[in-house]
T-cell receptor, first 116, second 110 residues
Framework: GAVVSQHPSRVICKSGTSVKIECRSL??????MFWYRQFPKQSLMLMAT?????????EQGVEKDKFLINHASLTLSTLTVTSAHPEDSSFYIC????????????FGPGTRLTVL | GQQLNQSPQSMFIQEGEDVSMNCTSS?????WLWYKQDPGEGPVLLIA?????ELTSNGRLTAQFGITRKDSFLNISASIPSDVGIYFC??????????FGKGTSLLVTP
């Protein structure tokens, strides 16, 4: 159980276009999902916390108007990179949280975004 | 978020050797987690630690939650080629967002 999927796994786009990445919890519901970004040979850096039915909470330095997050259901959060530029090329990873005595995060397989 | 200091940055060992890596923080964490990430994949949880002083094993892996709550280590015994990957520690203060270390890249030669 506790499987998280992401779609697409890879995307290549032209500079200036927008790209949507989906994160789904397949066998559980998640009121909270997280979006991370990982540059080559770097660690995972939290971009934002996605809350079902409310606005996302963004980390300092992350532009909310550029990285649009929509958590419309308990099993789906989307990240849209608007007007993508080459510097947005990165590995985007989501996680979904199961709340309990100890909250657990389960990570998706990631989406490789390349902006030409 | 809080940056964790993870060491070593990389390790190159022979199959069968034991491995040890650790993470330290200037802040106290309520939870320490260890993940393994293969190239092009998301991180996979190896061990979760919830109490200061806790020592937990998962097969050949053993991890401990430091008594000061500011550090943790991960040991891998009798390494095998499939242990190759990047290992990340992560600390959790609030029960929500995770703070990740910079990772330890492990290479194992047969």
């Amino acid at each position: 159980g506790a499987v998280v999927s992401q779609h697409p796994s890879r995307v290549i786009c032209k500079s200036g276009t927008s790209v949507k990445i989906e994160c789904r919890s397949l066998d559980f519901q998640a009121t909270t999902m997280f979006w991370y970004r990982q540059f080559p040979k770097q660690s995972l850096m939290l971009m934002a916390t996605s809350n079902e039915g409310s606005k996302a909470t963004y980390e300092q330095g992350v532009e909310k108007d550029k990285f649009l997050i929509n958590h419309a259901s308990l099993t789906l959060s989307t990240l849209t990179v608007t007007s993508a530029h080459p510097e947005d090329s990165s590995f985007y990873i989501c996680s979904a949280m199961i709340q309990g005595v100890y909250n657990e995060q389960f990570f998706g397989p990631g989406t490789r975004l390349t902006v030409l | 978020g809080q940056q964790l200091n993870q060491s070593p940055q990389s390790m190159f060992i022979q199959e069968g050797e034991d491995v040890s890596m650790n993470c330290t923080s200037s802040s106290i964490f309520n939870t320490w987690l260890w993940y393994k990430q293969d190239p092009g994949e998301g991180p996979v949880l190896l061990i979760a630690l919830y109490k200061a002083g806790e020592l937990t094993s998962n097969g050949r892996l053993t991890a401990q939650f430091g008594i000061t709550r500011k550090d943790s280590f991960l040991n891998i015994s009798a390494s095998i080629p499939s242990d190759v990957g990047i290992y990340f520690c992560a600390g959790d203060m609030s029960g929500y967002a995770l703070n990740f270390g910079k990772g330890t890249s492990l290479l194992v030669t047969p």
